[in-house]
Structure formats: C-alpha cells, structure tokens
C-alpha cells in the first residue's frame, strides 16, 4: 500500500545529519553554478558527482573561475537591458516631444517652454493667432484616450507607475506582464504630449523594468535575478531620459524603501544606466537638461537659510503626499463614472487653470529653468515674485494630483522637482531681499529645493541629491542640498509619495525568509529543547486502530515509528491516520509501516534554522529531535516553539542593541 504523499520528502539518510555535516544546498542551471552552506570548508563538502573541470587543480581556483562566470553573466545581461532601455528612451522622449510639437506648435500654435539642455526635435514655431480655447481641451481629450488604452488594456498601468516597480520587486517576484510596458508608454506618451501635468520618470522606470522582468522570464532566471533584471531596466530607462547615470542607479535601489537600500542591485543598475545613458546620448547628444550660473558661491552663513527653506520645503512636501493621495480617495474614487472617464475630468480641470496660468500645462521643466537662471525675463523677481513662485509650486501641486491621481498615466518626479524648485526659488528671492549681500543669487536656492524637496517626499535623498547635482552639471552646492536633504527626509517622516514603499528589507516579502533563518542560524536546537520523558512511539505492526485509540488521550499529531532495535524508522502524523480511515476497511487492516512517511529528524546540535527548513519542507507541525550519539529519539520539537524562540531571539537582539537585556 503506498503512503500518503507529504511532498518533497528526502531519504532519510540525508535529513538525519550531525552538525559537523551540515547541509548545503546546490543549485544547478544552464546559466551557472551557486553554492550556498554553513561549513568554512566548500571543499570538504563538494558532492563527489560534480564533473572534473579540466586544468582546475584547487578550490581558490574553482572559486575564481565561478565569480568570473557569474560577473561575465551579469555584465551581459546588463549590457542587454542598457541598451534596450536606452532605445526605449529615446523612442519615448520622441513621441512624447512629436505629439507635444504637433498639438500645440502646429495645432494651437502656441510656442513650448523648454530647460536650455532640451530642444525640440522638430523645430516647430508657431507661425499663427494662438488657439487658447484648445488649452482647455487639449489635457481633457488626452486624459480621455490615456484613460481607455490603460483601463482597458492594462489596469496596472494607472497612477504614476513607479508604485507598480516597487510592488513587482517585493510581492510579484519580479513579474510584469508583458503588455504593461507598451501600454504604460502610450498612454503616458498621450497624457504628458497632450499637457497633462506629468513627469517621465514613472513610464520609462516601468518600461525598462518591464523589459527587464521579459528578458529574466524568457531566459527563466531565479526571482531574485529576475528582480535584480527588474531595477537593472527601470535604472537604464530613468538614467537616459534624464541623463543621470548615477543617481538613477542608486534611485531604483533607494526608493523601494523608506529607510533602506536593496544594495544587492547595484551592480546591475550602474551597468545598465550606464549603456542606456550611453546609448540616449549618443542620439540626443550629451549635457545637462538645465542650465546654471557659471559658478555659485558657498558661504557657510548662508546654511541657516538653506535649512529654513528645507523646512518650508518639507511642509509643502506632507500638504503634496496629502493632496495627492486625497484626490484619488475622496474625489475621483468616489466618482459614480467609468475609471477610464476619471483621467478625463482630471484633464479638464488642467485645462481650465491652465487658461489662466499657463504654468499648470505639463511638467514645467521650462519655468522651472526660467526660476534658475531668468533670462527671458518671463517670471518677476523680488517680494511679488517669491509670491508667484510661492503660487506655481501650489498649482503645480493641484494641476498633478487632478493628471495622476485620477488614474492618468504619468510620473511625478517631474512635477515634484518643480515643486521643490519653486519653493527653493521663493525663499531665495526672499533672502535676496533681506540680505542681498549674503544671498547674491536665488538660483542657488531653487536647485536645492528641487533635490531635498523629491529626497524628502520619496525618501531617497542620496539619489535625488545625485540627481539634482548632475541635472544641473553643477556640484557647488553639494554641502547645502546635503543639509536640506537631510532636514526634509527628517521633517517629512512617514509620509511618502510612494505607498508600496516597505521600511526596510526586513519587512520586504522579497528578503522576508533570509533574516528569520540569520536568527535562527546562531540558536541550537539544545538551547531551546528539553529531553521529554512520555514520549507516544508505535511499532511499525502497530495497527492504525490501535493508534488512533492511542492518540485520543494524547496532545501529539506527529507519532515516531520505531523498530525493535529502538531506531527512528518514520513518522506517522494524525492527519494521515484519519485519511486512512475514510475507508473503514483499509482503516482496519493498515499498520503504521503501512502509511509511515520517511524519518524528517534534527539532533541538539542543529540549528533552529535548520529544524524551521525541515519543517516547512515536509509539513509537519512536529519533528523528532534524535541524540547525535546513541541515535535514540528524545523528543519531539514544534514548529510553535520554534516561531517562539524566533521572537524571543529577535527581542533580545533589540534588547541588547538598546544596551538592554530580557528580564
């Protein structure tokens, strides 16, 4: 009679080790070879079936030959996703530059305000009387296709799309439909190209993250390569658009949580931002997207007021998190329409403040270049200009969460750069103001608040910091933006623009089992278990009957099989007794031998991490605990003393971090 299946059960030979066997485990495939154990000594454990590699004499040579395979893969894989990423890119700042060109150069022909480091790639010039009643449809029709193509295609798609990457990361093993991308660049492409107040950064990230998750399904990669492929693309795609090469590499890393780093991926993210950039600007040409002042002057007195605009700055940033999050909750979610009409109305309502203050159209890279360096003269400057500044930064805040919040597609890094510009750029001409002589320039001050205004909100002030400096080619301001990039991130707290943020990689999905068994690797299973006198053992003849009459009186599910010369043969657990018993008549003949599954076992000397693997490996809530030196069985450990011992581990550690130690 065949026994119950409890899944992948090993022989027990191999389950049944002493600590100076501890396991390892090995993982082929057709891409390499990882090795993973507990023993100092790799040679002392290398399966004696592994293949000779010819001319390898010793393990440091095996070892250096593995780490050159792994690295020429991944450099590869990166070049790959570089490139890609780089042409997506540019095709997307194409299309969105030729509809922009289109609808409104040709169509209402009214002339585009662009930063000094980006020009049109048509040349379009208005040439007739401008059609101003189009502004207040334009945004409304975009949002209207933006809306069908995503809630139709590709409803993960909505929103600002970098939300979509990180939540791939931690929960979908980085999966993304293949659709996604595609989808996710039209209709941000229509959305952003018909003035819809949106950024580049959330469709590009998801595009290249998206090509990323294909390449590591097609080439059948491990969730944590497909992860890494994952922000290897997003990277890629964020560092061309930009052009930041460095700081979209360490901002895919940051912004998947709010206090930490996923510093497995850097490797992966440089090598792709860094061929992606390569790639875009060997078509759009190199150089910085804004332009600055030759040289801006550092005077350490001039931090007192670097730190009180980070803090006006980070004030707006939790009213922006609100505003933003509100809109989608308590307005457009509680619309009685279609969600595809949503990003409709959200545009219309661009479109009407957009006829009255044309700063509200689209990202507002162009203004926020003006505010850095005024030489068309377009903004006032002094007291009423610190004001208009003041009051772009709120419409801008507005005019974003009407695009993006309605379920438009479009990113927020953007608009969110402008916001913190403005605000910089208010505060700086009112310093301007008061103390010409210590702040000559108000520029300065809107390049800081661009970079710790986006640290702030997203919780990735070493990116933006990075971002903000090669933005603008300028590192003269590198001790303030650091100042204000730490004030924001401090006075912004929890709130962040991005909700699919985790704190840490404790509380990531994606990292959860790796810190349980890092504390449960230095527990032996002697510290935690006692020795158990009444222990209910049967005879592999026992009949299942007799068992069952047994077990009534006893709190065990789990009940060793031993033979007559008092070896631990298997196991028998209630569940499978019962299942036996559907058939009264199999019921009555069977034996424990019968439906015994094989001996899943641990010793005092094994590590709890080891003993929490072999349970979840072989489902059972209770194993036996063998002595390493008689071979006789001396208990049985639960999977619940385990999960105990785990907290109890985890509370000392905090404890002891503290200064503190458990009563």
Known sequence: MKPRSFGAITDPRTLLRSRSEPPIEIARDTRGLDIRGQSSSIAARMPSNLPRLPGLHDLSAFVRLFELRTVSRWVGIGLAVGVVSGLCAAAFFAAMDGLRSLVFVKLAQIDLLEPQGEHSLFGAVAVGEPRRWLILLLPAIGGLISGVIVFSLAPEAEGHGTDSLIEAFHRKGGNIRARVPWVKAVASVILIGTGGSAGREGPIAQMGAGFGSILGGFLKLSPRERRLLLLAGAAGGIGAIFRTPLGAALFVVEVLYRDDFEVDGLVPTVLSSVVAYSVFTMIFGTGAIFATAPHY???????????????????????????????????????????????????????????????????????????????????????????????????????????????????????????????????????????????????????????????????????????????????????????????????????????????????????????????????????????????????????????????????????????????????????????????????????????????????????????????????????????????????????????????????????????????
Do not use: N
């Open 297 to 663: 002057d550092f005077d350490p007195r001039q931090l007192p007021f670097y730190l009180l605009m980070a803090i006006g700055a980070a004030a707006l940033g939790i009213f922006y998190v609100k505003i933003f999050y509100g809109t989608r909750d308590r307005v457009f979610a509680k619309l009685r329409l279609p969600r595809a009409i949503r990003p409709m109305i959200g545009g219309l309502g661009v479109g009407c403040l957009a006829l009255f203050i044309p700063q509200a159209l689209g990202a507002g890279y162009g203004w926020l270049q003006e505010a850095i360096v005024p030489t068309r003269g377009l903004l006032p400057t002094g007291w009423w200009g610190a004001a208009v500044l003041l009051g772009i930064a709120l419409i801008k805040v507005i005019t974003t969460s009407l695009s993006v919040s309605s379920g438009g597609s479009g990113g927020v890094f953007g608009p969110s750069i402008v916001i913190g510009g403005m605000v910089g750029g208010a505060f700086g001409l009112a310093f301007h103001e008061l103390v010409p002589g210590l702040v000559p320039d108000p520029g300065a001050f809107v390049i800081v608040g661009m970079a710790c205004f986006f640290g702030g909100v997203a919780h990735a002030p070493i990116s933006s910091l990075v971002m903000g400096c090669e933005m603008t080619a300028s590192y003269d301001l590198l001790v303030p933006i650091m100042l204000a990039e730490a004030v924001a991130v401090v006075v912004v707290g929890r709130h962040t623009l991005y909700e699919k943020q985790v704190a840490t990689r404790r509380e990531s999905p994606a990292h959860g089992g790796e810190y349980v068994l890092d504390v449960l690797q230095d527990v032996r299973v002697g510290q935690v278990f006692e020795a158990q006198s009444s222990i209910l053992t049967v005879a592999p003849s026992t009949s299942l009957e007799e068992l069952l009459r047994q077990a009534a009186a006893s709190s065990q599910v789990v009940f060793p099989v031993v033979d007559a010369g008092g070896d631990c043969t298997g196991v028998v657990t209630l569940e499978t007794v019962r299942a036996f018993f559907y058939d009264e008549a199999i019921g009555r003949l069977a034996i424990a031998a019968d439906c015994a599954a094989p001996l899943v076992s641990v010793s005092r000397d094994d590590s709890l991490a080891l003993a929490l693997k072999r349970c979840s490996a072989s489902h059972f809530p209770q194993i036996p605990v063998i002595d390493p030196d008689t071979q006789s069985l001396v208990g049985l450990l639960s999977y619940e003393e385990i999960l105990q011992s785990y907290s109890q581990e985890v509370l000392r550690r905090r404890l002891e971090a503290d200064g503190a130690s458990l009563p």
